[in-house]
Every structure is written in C-alpha cells, then in structure tokens.
C-alpha cells in the first residue's frame, strides 16, 4: 500500500518537533509558507477580513486563525485545539555529574511517562537555550538528532525478577542519563556546556539557562501486514497538532472564523501563561473580536464551537480486562468521540452529535470511547477550555496503542479520517 501523502507528512512534522518549542517553530514555518502573518501579542491588531494570522506565546504555544467572511456575531469561531507537549525526561538545571568515573546528567520526569520504555534507547536532547548576545540575549532552539545520551537497563543477572514483577526504576537515583565517561580534565558542567556551545555555535560562556527535553532519535515508520499502522514518539498529541493544521491550511473563505490552537503544559495540567488554562485562548478571542460591541462579542461565543483533539485509547486484545468491554475503540476505524458523565472529557450529546455530522459530511467512521467505570480516567484540554469560554465543545481523538510511550502506534486510515472531519468543521 502505498502511504498517504498525510501519514509521511505527519512523519515528517514530528521528526522536526521533538520539543514543545520545536513543534511550535515548525507550525510556525508551516504557516508563513502557506501565507499566514505573524503577528505579535505586544503589537497593536490590524486584522484585514479573510486574513490569515498567527500569534505565538511564550516559544511553545501557538494561535493561527482564518477570519471568516460573515460576521462573526453570526458565525461565531470554529476552534480546533491540542497540544505540543509530549511526556518525558527534563533536564535539570545544573545536570551535568561525575559519578565513579562516568559523566551523567540529571533529569526531571515530565507528565506521565512509561519510563521503561526509555531504556536502551537512541536518545537525544531537543528544546531551547537562552545565550547572551551583543544585545542582550535571545532564545535559541537546539536539537542533538544523533545518538547522545542513553540509560542502559540492569542486566536480567542483577534484577531477576524483571519479568515477573515489571521494571521499576527510581525516578531520582535510576534515571540519570550516561552522557559519556569523565576522564581527567574539564569538569562535567564544562564539558556539557561545551557540547551545547558546539552545537549552537556560540561561546560557551554565552550559555545562559535552558529547557531541554530528552527525545527518541528514531524516525516514524510504518508497521504491519499492510503498512496499516505508524510508530513514532510523540503521537500525543503532535498527530492531532498535524491534523489541525492540516485541516487549517486547507481553510477555503470560510464563513466562520476558524481557529487551529497548539498548546503546551497539557501533560502537566495546562496551568501556565502558555498552557490551555491560561488566558492565550480568551486573550486572542478577544483580540479577534474587539470591533465587536459586548453584546456582539457575547453572541458570537455563543455560536461558537470548541473540538479538543487529543488521541485515544484503541483496544489491545493483549489486555482485554483494561477496556470497557462496549467501548473497544478499532484501530483505522476512524475518530474517536470521548465521553465521561463527569466531565473528564467535555462531550455532550448535542456536541457528539455535531461532531457525528461533520463525520458523516467527510464520509468517515466515527467511533465512542468511555473508560471502564472502575478505572480512574485521564482528563484533556477539552473541559478547561470550555469551561473557560463557555462554548459548547467535544472531545475527539484517534486510536493509539501505548499512550506516554516514547514510541507509540496509530492507524494510517485514522490520520487522513481526522483531518478530513476537521476539514468538514473549518468549511462550514
Ligand atoms: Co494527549
């Protein structure tokens, strides 16, 4: 079979966002290529009818919109939302350390990880450094795509209960990453400080902090008996943020204002000044509809419509007892419609339905979720927002296996399914 054009550019997308501040750059440039304006939040707006804009905060999180040709008051924004961030390992600080003659570094576990699935792997660091210029100092983005840093799993020998009992590691004293062997000479901070400054092509001296995150080395490829199926780290979420912009881009003169919205700190809660639970959201809406009088600007959330895109458990017939048994969401049987009587997940049934209809309108299957009643369910961007603006909203995603693996599968169908229902919503 021969892969869709999606799927590899979906490949392509996440081999260059192995950070959230990398996932941001590379919409970013997506956008500018296809006409889209960068604007800037310290600016003043002046926004042109069926423009094309993007608005980014804090280096990770990112607004790009459409302006519609009707008025806004009586289309309201169509806003697809998910997230950049992916969960791992975060380098700490002062990482760099010798200990018995090996050079290690430090790290914090962000969100959710398996962790065990980062062991014996080809691990390299992305994310962005703030060097000091003859001006001040600037944001560098920073990604070693090679092989750099690696945490070797205890030999069956030393932990023969492996097996049995699953591999455990001790997030403080067990996670450090083998960087190299310390020899004599430069002490380790320098060392490291050395590697980045190489890297960067600035003075080692220049370096001022960072924020890097340890990413899979391996490229997404297809698997399967018919190539059905992808692997790749960071499916959750850049496969939604690929979808989203996808669809976007393809936004002909809508009515609608549309909006594609890439979020970081999903993984971690989304309370941050970047994150779904800040103002970014509410502070653009606003922007976007400041001609508007009060009573406008209200009348147009009400006619809006939030889909929070984010992916979705698929059944594993390993573990058919982790699954709710009339729920089995299939792999490559298209989007998933997420629901929780508590509203870990914002679906209603008249939100369900919508999204039902713009399923129907792409021609693709539609699939629902709920998780078992006596398993503890995980929670999205969708609630938040909603409750935030106060807009109607559903939860949807695509199947994946082995969600907050460093390297996780999906469907190939479901990748072209999603964007094609996220078409249909920006074209109403
Ligand atoms: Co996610």
Redesign the pocket.
């Known amino acids: 079979m021969a892969t869709p054009a999606s799927v590899s550019d979906l490949i392509e997308f996440i081999a260059a966002s192995p950070s959230p501040w990398h996932a941001a750059d590379t919409t970013a440039r997506r956008l500018l290529a296809r006409g889209f304006v960068r604007i800037e939040e310290t600016e003043r707006w002046k926004l042109v009818a069926g423009g094309r804009y993007f608005v980014m905060r804090g280096g990770s999180s990112l607004i790009a919109f459409v302006l519609g040709s009707q008025p806004l008051a009586e289309t309201g924004f169509t806003l697809v939302g998910?997230?950049t961030d992916?969960p791992g390992l975060r380098l700490k600080p002062r990482a760099a350390h010798a200990s018995e003659g090996v050079l290690r570094l430090g790290v914090e576990v962000y969100g959710g990880p398996i962790l065990a699935t980062f062991t014996d792997r080809d691990l390299g660091l992305a994310g962005r450094v703030s060097v000091r210029t003859a001006s001040g100092q600037e944001t560098r983005l920073l990604h070693f795509d090679r092989p750099l840093v690696r945490l070797p799993n205890l030999a069956i020998h030393m932990n023969r209960e492996v097996n049995e009992k699953g591999l455990k590691l001790d997030k403080q004293t067990e996670l450090p990453l083998i960087l190299g062997i310390a020899g004599e000479g430069a002490e380790p901070t320098a060392r490291f400080l050395a590697l980045l400054a190489e890297r960067l092509g600035v003075d080692a001296a220049d370096i001022l902090s960072w924020d890097l995150a340890v990413c899979d080395t391996q490229q997404g490829s297809l698997w399967g008996a018919a190539d059905e199926f992808i692997a790749a780290p960071q499916l959750?979420?850049l496969a939604?943020c690929h979808a989203a912009l996808t669809a976007l881009l393809a936004a002909n003169d809508p009515q609608a204002t549309c909006l594609a919205a890439f979020f970081d700190h999903?993984?971690v809660g989304s309370e941050s000044a970047t994150g779904a639970g800040g103002s970014f959201v509410s502070d653009t809406l606003a922007r976007i509809a400041s001609g508007l009088d009060e009573e406008d600007r209200r009348r147009a959330l009400a006619r809006s419509f939030f889909i929070s895109a984010?992916?979705a458990h698929a059944w594993h017939p390993n573990f058919p007892a982790a699954y709710e048994p009339q729920h089995k969401v299939m792999m490559n049987g298209g989007p998933v419609i997420k629901k929780n009587a508590n509203q870990r997940y914002t679906t209603g049934a008249d939100t369900a339905a919508r999204f039902l209809g713009l399923c129907e309108k792409a021609g693709v299957p539609c699939q629902q979720y709920a998780h078992r009643t006596d398993l503890g369910c995980?929670s999205?961007i969708g609630p938040m927002v909603a409750a935030r603006l106060g807009i109607p909203a559903v939860d949807v995603?695509s199947p994946l296996w082995a969600?907050?693996s460093l390297r996780e599968s999906a469907g190939v169908q479901d990748h072209g399914y999603m964007i094609a229902a996220l078409k249909a919503a920006f074209a109403q």
């Open positions: 998910a997230h992916s959750d979420n939604s999903e993984e984010d992916m995980g999205t995603g969600m907050h």
